[in-house]
């Protein structure tokens, strides 16, 4: 196939835009994108997706970037005129090879994938004057070096948000003042079960979120989350799950701790199926959803079994699988999944290995790998998937879709803490669903942010004051 690029005529605009490997790992859908432009995929790029099809983080999207090419290749007949991207703007896509160009700078060795992308467009700029060529890739020093080569470089930016969008996220939970006739309507029956009022526009509440209530003197005297039509009022001091309260560690600032008080009451509602946790580490975001886990399955019996998914990161640039050492698929992820082991072993009345290794070994709570998801049974589960900003909206899709009415998923993560070198904080699974869920809201779906340290002091002075450099 050779490319066809020469404007045919003077009103043909069109860009083209070179896809660098990350990016369609990133989005397998990411060919479909860019409207009625030009995409241009160089060969060694299909290269490095295939190395990547059995790795344990990226293998899944790494195979769906092969079938949905290989879909529209079969559907193709003229090749010089390029394949037809079927987004309702007829894009084109074409396949690269050759075109290095001779004038590429003699230090940049050409055996470094990065660098041959780079002399690949530098030729393509030089055999093609007419088009505007420009380089779509994650990797922000590559970015930086073509630009150097006056090569117009971009982030993929299908799928981010705007910083002052993210920082809206993190928000206490709202207080409200209710009028003395608002809260004699609240608490005229006698079944604290019917303690409701009418929801109020003006409050501009989402779907099952919490607010501190407060009494014209400016006294708190309760929460409320928000039912439909209505706002049930519940007890700060009664909120309790495996016995344990909302946690203040910081004393002299915080008096009360409404954001864990609303996100145990959504964790123990069994009518939210869907909860998002947002906090950054020693928020207690792991500690609430396994103490409700266990709660729901061994005490309510509501579940039948509790699953443990988290994504599996490495020191490699790529991620690697769990590995090929002797032992189970169990044994080897149990090191990965230290913070839900740690929750184990607090919440077993045996303070050792022997509590939480018979939880391990009787099935009840299960290990498992992301990769693996597509074949797991998540029926009448409460399942906690950790980490969630280290897996792209694309593997939150797959284990969404594995989900049923008789199962409860919890999604926790910190955004400010991104191993993956394919992922930033506006572009996780984490930040993804929580953005769909503020558009997409739901009776079932409930999210929280976790705004106070309450680990340790110790953890509290280091999250103040070292900065991680993000």
Known sequence: MSLDLNPKSADDRRSCYVLDTNVLLHDPSAIFRFEEHIVLIPLFVLDEIDSKKKDAQLGFNAREISQKLEQLILRTDDWDSGITIPNGRNGVLYFVNNYMSENFPSELALSYKDNAMLAQIMGLQERFPNRRFILITKDRNLRIKGWSLRIPCNDYLHDKISEEYLDSFFQPVKHITLTDAEINELF???ASDNWNIPYRKKWRLSENEGVALFDPSDQFFGMAIRKGPMLRYFDYYSTKILDMPPKVL???????NFEQAVCMKQAMDDDIKIQIIIGKAGTGKTHIAMAAALEKVFKERKYDSIKLIKPVITKSRLGEDVGFLPGSLKRKLIPKMRPFVEKLRLFTSEQSDEGYRKLLDSGVIELLNLADIRGADLANSFVIFDEAQNANPFQMRTLGTRLGEDTKL???????????????????ALINLYENALKNPMPFISHICLIQMVRSHTSQWFESNIQSGR
């Open 188 to 190: 005229k029956s006698k």
């Open 250 to 256: 910081d004393t002299e600032n915080f008096q009360y």
């Open 410 to 428: 919890i999604v926790l993560g910190d955004p400010t803490q991104i191993d993956s070198v394919y992922l930033d904080k506006f572009s996780n």
